[in-house]
């Protein structure tokens, strides 16, 4: 068996074809580029690619720094098998670290799945797998990439990375001012008003799409509108289980009641079902102060497309027509047109967030990835850093499936977009925001005593990108600049003095910190600037962004809402 698994490491990599990847509904997807589908594939039948890195070793581990690696594939076609070659590299330490060991190898996926073991001894290799030596302590990055073979739709590129340490004595850790610690409310800043933080899941389906099956009946996404449970279900699941709002956005192409085109639907119905959702949602919030309840669509397609939700829109968005030339829906949006729809938004003023967005390929602007406009850059205020396994029965918040893309959100910052990260789990099966612990954490200005939050202010806080995406739904995170508050723009001259607070209320502590800058409009890179908590810069004339990533000592993350700055001469 380890010879074989050896055997097979050693194949060379990358593959000769030109090749491309893409993270879809909390999956890494990565396709041949020379090849165009015969045919569009369902929602959710993309390659699953994920890897678990335990962040550090076990406690009897600790000299070696020994641990195993776990990669996950499916590929859930119904119609045949796929090739799938994969990548896992391991560099560090640090941002700047080399390329330490390499794994590599191909499989043939049918209708299951595998799981690979890949132990590491703690040793750095070359590529002629000779030993170097035990590698220092540290943070270090892995990285996973695979490939579908020829014949499979054609996506885009991700980068899906996750930190892992090396940490064999008690090491040091930055030192990060408290939050404060215990609260779920945050205190004025410098005269500002006070703040409630609401942990959310912004991302998730029920029967009036493609999810809401019972756990044990659960194999995937479902046939749209066949499933037991609704978004009352699903908004009384979240609640139960502690969270503070749940916003339910079903696929806005199915509600003919199918996943291709149902040409006998009757456009009524289509959207009658939409108001229905709006309907429960508002009489739900009504009926339990103190819990959130959303309703809303998540428009596009995977293929040569991607996914998109709208938080706040009244209406039914589509492009679909039944037999008679009828539109299955109130609005008419041409599919892909992510321009036209971005403006419709901004009049409308809707808003929206990037749902796990591939680095390319998808949001296509004048043939750019994630394009920048004016009218997208006012309506998207959120960007999906992070996932969890979208077709998920896990009911324990334990999901180790979980996709990273944080470079695709970069992208979007870099191209323009003034956009906070967000933590979702677009829950498919009926474990609503249990499938992990992460959320989307929104700091919404607190209504008078005893008042519960309201959606206006909750879309308020939204639109002010007042938010941080944490992997741990006990984590409290803030970025200042110069006493603003993340998410805020605003001009500045000299110095400028960069803080990140941080608690968890769960005893977490920071086991690495990192504050990342870019240039809004460049599409250059994102590059860490410091490791420490605070630290003060004179940024170039012209704009800036800067965000916080912090590493807890379990290995979760939590990402703060960039700050803008406009560097004054």
Same mark, same amino acid.
């Given at each position: 068996?380890?010879?074989?698994?050896?055997?097979?490491?050693?194949?060379?990599?990358?593959?000769?074809?030109?090749?491309?990847?893409?993270?879809?509904?909390?999956?890494?997807?990565?396709?041949?580029?020379?090849?165009?589908?015969?045919?569009?594939?369902?929602?959710?039948?993309? &390659?699953?690619?994920?890897?678990?890195?335990?962040?550090?070793?076990?406690?009897?581990?600790?000299?070696?720094?020994?641990?195993?690696?776990?990669?996950?594939?499916?590929?859930?076609?119904?119609?045949?098998?796929?090739?799938?070659?994969?990548?896992?590299?391991?560099?560090?330490?640090?941002?700047?670290?080399?390329?330490?060991?390499?794994?590599?190898?191909?499989?043939?996926?049918?209708?299951?799945?595998?799981?690979?073991?890949?132990?590491?001894?703690?040793?750095?290799?070359?590529?002629?797998?000779?030993?170097?030596?035990?590698?220092?302590?540290?943070?270090?990055?892995?990285?996973?990439?695979?490939?579908?073979?020829?014949?499979?739709?054609?996506?885009?590129?991700?980068?899906?990375?996750?930190?892992?340490?090396?940490?064999?004595?008690?090491?040091?850790?930055?030192?990060?001012?408290?939050?404060?610690?215990?609260?779920?409310?945050?205190?004025?800043?410098?005269?500002?008003?006070?703040?409630?933080?609401?942990?959310?899941?912004?991302?998730?389906?029920?029967?009036?799409?493609?999810?809401?099956?019972?756990?044990?009946?659960?194999?995937?996404?479902?046939?749209?509108?066949?499933?037991?449970?609704?978004?009352?279900?699903?908004?009384?699941?979240?609640?139960?289980?502690?969270?503070?709002?749940?916003?339910?956005?079903?696929?806005?192409?199915?509600?003919?009641?199918?996943?291709?085109? #149902?040409?006998?639907?009757?456009?009524?119905?289509?959207?009658?079902?939409?108001?229905?959702?709006?309907?429960?949602?508002?009489?739900?919030?009504?009926?339990?102060?103190?819990?959130?309840?959303?309703?809303?669509?998540?428009?596009?397609?995977?293929?040569?497309?991607?996914?998109?939700?709208?938080?706040?829109?009244?209406?039914?968005?589509?492009?679909?027509?039944?037999?008679?030339?009828?539109?299955?829906?109130?609005?008419?949006?041409?599919?892909?047109?992510?321009?036209?729809?971005?403006?419709?938004?901004?009049?409308?003023?809707?808003?929206?967030?990037?749902?796990?967005?591939?680095?390319?390929?998808?949001?296509?602007?004048?043939?750019?990835?994630?394009?920048?406009?004016?009218?997208?850059?006012?309506?998207?205020?959120?960007?999906?850093?992070?996932?969890?396994?979208?077709?998920?029965?896990?009911?324990?918040?334990?999901?180790?499936?979980?996709?990273?893309?944080?470079?695709?959100?970069?992208?979007? &910052?870099?191209?323009?977009?003034?956009?906070?990260?967000?933590?979702?789990?677009?829950?498919?099966?009926?474990?609503?925001?249990?499938?992990?612990? #992460?959320?989307?954490?929104?700091?919404?200005?607190?209504?008078?005593?005893?008042?519960?939050?309201?959606?206006?202010?909750?879309?308020?806080?939204?639109?002010?990108?007042?938010?941080?995406?944490?992997?741990?739904?006990?984590?409290?995170?803030?970025?200042?600049?110069?006493?603003?508050?993340?998410?805020?723009?605003?001009?500045?001259?000299?110095?400028?003095?960069?803080?990140?607070?941080?608690?968890?209320?769960?005893?977490?502590?920071?086991?690495?910190?990192?504050?990342?800058?870019?240039?809004?409009?460049?599409?250059?890179?994102?590059?860490?600037?410091?490791?420490?908590?605070?630290?003060?810069?004179?940024?170039?004339?012209?704009?800036?962004?800067?965000?916080?990533?912090?590493?807890?000592?379990?290995? #979760?993350?939590?990402?703060?809402?960039?700050?803008?700055?406009?560097?004054?001469?």
């Amino acid at each position: 068996m380890v010879k074989t698994l050896r055997r097979r490491l050693r194949s060379p990599w990358p593959p000769r074809p030109p090749w491309l990847v893409c993270a879809c509904a909390g999956v890494l997807l990565i396709t041949w580029s020379n090849t165009a589908a015969a045919q569009e594939p369902k929602e959710h039948s993309e &390659l699953d690619a994920t890897v678990v890195a335990p962040f550090r070793a076990a406690a009897g581990a600790r000299t070696t720094q020994s641990r195993t690696f776990i990669v996950r594939l499916a590929y859930p076609d119904e119609v045949r098998t796929h090739a799938v070659r994969w990548q896992l590299t391991l560099s560090g330490p640090g941002p700047q670290g080399t390329v330490l060991q390499r794994w590599s190898a191909s499989e043939q996926l049918g209708g299951g799945g595998v799981s690979l073991a890949l132990p590491w001894d703690g040793q750095a290799y070359d590529d002629a797998r000779t030993r170097r030596a035990p590698v220092p302590d540290g943070m270090y990055a892995l990285r996973l990439l695979a490939v579908a073979d020829a014949g499979t739709p054609q996506e885009a590129q991700v980068e899906q990375q996750w930190p892992i340490q090396v940490l064999r004595g008690r090491g040091t850790t930055p030192r990060v001012p408290a939050f404060q610690a215990g609260l779920q409310q945050l205190s004025s800043l410098d005269g500002q008003v006070d703040y409630r933080i609401v942990y959310a899941n912004l991302h998730s389906q029920t029967r009036h799409s493609d999810g809401g099956a019972a756990l044990d009946a659960c194999r995937g996404a479902q046939e749209p509108q066949t499933a037991p449970f609704g978004p009352i279900d699903a908004y009384v699941y979240a609640q139960q289980h502690g969270l503070d709002a749940l916003l339910t956005s079903e696929h806005n192409h199915m509600y003919d009641g199918s996943d291709g085109s #149902n040409s006998a639907a009757v456009p009524a119905e289509a959207k009658a079902l939409y108001q229905t959702g709006l309907a429960e949602a508002a009489a739900y919030t009504d009926a339990h102060p103190g819990f959130l309840a959303l309703y809303g669509m998540e428009w596009g397609v995977i293929n040569q497309g991607g996914h998109l939700n709208i938080v706040n829109s009244e209406q039914l968005l589509g492009w679909e027509r039944n037999t008679s030339g009828e539109l299955l829906a109130d609005v008419e949006t041409p599919k892909g047109d992510y321009a036209g729809l971005y403006a419709l938004m901004r009049e409308r003023g809707w808003i929206g967030q990037f749902n796990h967005p591939a680095y390319a390929g998808q949001f296509l602007v004048n043939g750019q990835p994630l394009g920048y406009t004016q009218d997208g850059d006012a309506a998207m205020v959120l960007c999906e850093v992070m996932n969890t396994s979208a077709l998920s029965t896990n009911d324990q918040e334990t999901e180790t499936r979980r996709s990273n893309y944080e470079a695709a959100c970069n992208r979007a &910052l870099a191209a323009g977009y003034h956009v906070a990260f967000s933590s979702n789990q677009d829950n498919h099966c009926a474990n609503w925001g249990a499938t992990d612990g #992460n959320r989307t954490a929104v700091l919404v200005a607190s209504p008078a005593a005893g008042m519960p939050v309201t959606r206006d202010s909750f879309l308020e806080a939204l639109r002010a990108r007042r938010v941080f995406a944490t992997m741990d739904k006990h984590a409290q995170l803030l970025l200042t600049a110069n006493g603003r508050l993340m998410g805020e723009r605003f001009d500045n001259r000299g110095p400028l003095h960069l803080a990140t607070h941080f608690s968890n209320r769960a005893g977490r502590q920071a086991a690495a910190i990192a504050i990342l800058h870019g240039v809004p409009g460049s599409n250059g890179s994102v590059t860490q600037v410091s490791d420490q908590a605070e630290v003060a810069v004179t940024p170039a004339p012209g704009p800036h962004f800067y965000y916080a990533r912090l590493t807890q000592d379990d290995g #979760n993350i939590v990402w703060s809402v960039p700050v803008w700055v406009n560097q004054l001469p």
